[in-house]
Protein backbone atom coordinates (compact mmCIF):
# COMPACT_ATOMS: atom_id res chain seq x y z
CA UNK A 1 0.00 0.00 0.00
CA UNK A 2 1.36 3.68 -0.82
CA UNK A 3 1.97 5.63 2.57
CA UNK A 4 1.51 9.42 2.87
CA UNK A 5 5.42 10.01 2.06
CA UNK A 6 4.81 7.91 -1.56
CA UNK A 7 1.66 10.32 -2.62
CA UNK A 8 3.34 13.69 -0.99
CA UNK A 9 6.26 12.83 -3.25
CA UNK A 10 4.03 12.33 -6.30
CA UNK A 11 2.37 15.31 -5.70
CA UNK A 12 5.27 17.81 -5.31
CA UNK A 13 6.68 15.54 -8.71
CA UNK A 14 3.45 15.68 -10.81
CA UNK A 15 3.25 18.62 -13.68
CA UNK A 16 0.27 19.26 -16.07
CA UNK A 17 0.45 17.27 -18.99
CA UNK A 18 -2.42 17.16 -21.94
CA UNK A 19 -2.65 16.99 -25.87
CA UNK A 20 -3.78 19.83 -28.58
CA UNK A 21 -5.65 18.76 -31.35
CA UNK A 22 -6.30 22.35 -33.45
CA UNK A 23 -7.66 24.94 -31.50
CA UNK A 24 -8.69 22.67 -28.15
CA UNK A 25 -6.67 21.26 -25.50
CA UNK A 26 -7.33 18.44 -22.77
CA UNK A 27 -5.02 18.74 -19.82
CA UNK A 28 -4.72 16.46 -16.15
CA UNK A 29 -4.17 18.68 -13.73
CA UNK A 30 -3.88 18.24 -9.78
CA UNK A 31 -5.82 20.84 -7.68
CA UNK A 32 -6.02 19.33 -4.35
CA UNK A 33 -9.06 16.75 -4.56
CA UNK A 34 -9.00 13.62 -3.25
CA UNK A 35 -11.50 10.63 -2.59
CA UNK A 36 -13.86 13.25 -1.14
CA UNK A 37 -14.06 15.86 -3.83
CA UNK A 38 -15.70 18.56 -1.37
CA UNK A 39 -12.63 17.72 1.31
CA UNK A 40 -9.77 17.58 -0.88
CA UNK A 41 -7.74 15.01 -0.67
CA UNK A 42 -6.51 13.84 3.62
CA UNK A 43 -2.45 12.65 3.47
CA UNK A 44 -3.61 11.35 6.50
CA UNK A 45 -6.57 9.09 5.42
CA UNK A 46 -4.73 6.37 4.28
CA UNK A 47 -7.59 5.03 2.41
CA UNK A 48 -7.25 8.44 0.51
CA UNK A 49 -5.11 9.53 -2.32
CA UNK A 50 -4.53 12.76 -4.72
CA UNK A 51 -7.04 12.57 -7.88
CA UNK A 52 -6.80 14.18 -11.35
CA UNK A 53 -9.24 16.38 -13.03
CA UNK A 54 -8.82 16.50 -16.48
CA UNK A 55 -10.05 20.25 -17.78
CA UNK A 56 -10.40 21.17 -21.27
CA UNK A 57 -9.84 24.94 -23.04
CA UNK A 58 -10.42 26.16 -26.89
CA UNK A 59 -7.89 28.72 -28.24
CA UNK A 60 -8.86 32.52 -28.11
CA UNK A 61 -9.31 33.25 -31.72
CA UNK A 62 -7.68 36.79 -32.83
CA UNK A 63 -5.26 36.98 -29.69
CA UNK A 64 -1.18 37.46 -30.44
CA UNK A 65 -0.30 34.86 -27.51
CA UNK A 66 -1.58 31.62 -26.76
CA UNK A 67 -4.56 32.25 -24.70
CA UNK A 68 -6.67 29.64 -23.51
CA UNK A 69 -10.40 30.29 -22.33
CA UNK A 70 -11.79 26.86 -20.26
CA UNK A 71 -14.68 25.09 -21.98
CA UNK A 72 -17.85 25.17 -20.08
CA UNK A 73 -18.81 22.21 -18.58
CA UNK A 74 -16.10 20.48 -19.25
CA UNK A 75 -13.48 19.99 -16.26
CA UNK A 76 -13.96 17.10 -13.99
CA UNK A 77 -12.15 15.59 -11.41
CA UNK A 78 -11.75 11.83 -11.77
CA UNK A 79 -10.78 8.25 -10.07
CA UNK A 80 -7.08 8.63 -11.98
CA UNK A 81 -4.52 8.64 -9.38
CA UNK A 82 -1.55 10.62 -9.58
CA UNK A 83 0.77 8.56 -10.12
CA UNK A 84 -0.76 7.43 -13.13
CA UNK A 85 0.97 6.70 -16.20
CA UNK A 86 1.59 8.86 -19.03
CA UNK A 87 0.33 6.13 -21.51
CA UNK A 88 -2.76 6.39 -19.35
CA UNK A 89 -3.27 9.58 -19.22
CA UNK A 90 -2.58 10.21 -23.07
CA UNK A 91 -5.36 7.70 -24.02
CA UNK A 92 -7.37 9.57 -21.35
CA UNK A 93 -6.93 12.70 -23.06
CA UNK A 94 -7.65 11.21 -26.08
CA UNK A 95 -10.98 9.97 -25.30
CA UNK A 96 -11.44 13.38 -23.84
CA UNK A 97 -10.92 15.06 -26.54
CA UNK A 98 -13.20 12.55 -28.76
CA UNK A 99 -16.05 13.74 -26.79
CA UNK A 100 -15.20 17.12 -27.03
CA UNK A 101 -16.24 16.75 -31.06
CA UNK A 102 -20.06 16.61 -29.94
CA UNK A 103 -22.01 19.16 -29.53
CA UNK A 104 -23.73 16.96 -26.27
CA UNK A 105 -20.06 16.71 -24.53
CA UNK A 106 -21.27 17.74 -21.32
CA UNK A 107 -22.69 13.93 -19.93
CA UNK A 108 -20.44 11.88 -21.63
CA UNK A 109 -17.41 14.19 -19.74
CA UNK A 110 -19.61 13.82 -16.57
CA UNK A 111 -19.27 10.00 -17.41
CA UNK A 112 -15.30 10.22 -17.68
CA UNK A 113 -15.35 11.96 -14.49
CA UNK A 114 -15.27 7.84 -13.08
CA UNK A 115 -12.40 7.01 -15.24
CA UNK A 116 -9.98 5.16 -13.33
CA UNK A 117 -6.29 3.29 -13.58
CA UNK A 118 -8.32 -0.31 -14.53
CA UNK A 119 -10.63 1.15 -17.20
CA UNK A 120 -7.03 1.12 -19.29
CA UNK A 121 -6.61 -2.52 -21.06
CA UNK A 122 -3.24 -2.99 -21.48
CA UNK A 123 -2.16 -3.53 -25.20
Known amino acids: MKNKAYWEAAVAEFSEVGIKVGDKRVFWEFIGEGRIFAR ?23 TLRKTW ?3 PDSS ?16 GAVEVMEVLQDVN ?3 R ?4 SRLEENDFIEQ
Request: aromatic share 12%; glycine share 4%; with cysteine.
Open 40 to 62: GWNPDDPDDYPHLRFSCQTHVVG
Open 69 to 71: KDI
Open 76 to 91: YCTRLPIDSSMKHLIY
Open 105 to 107: YKR
Open 109 to 112: LEEL
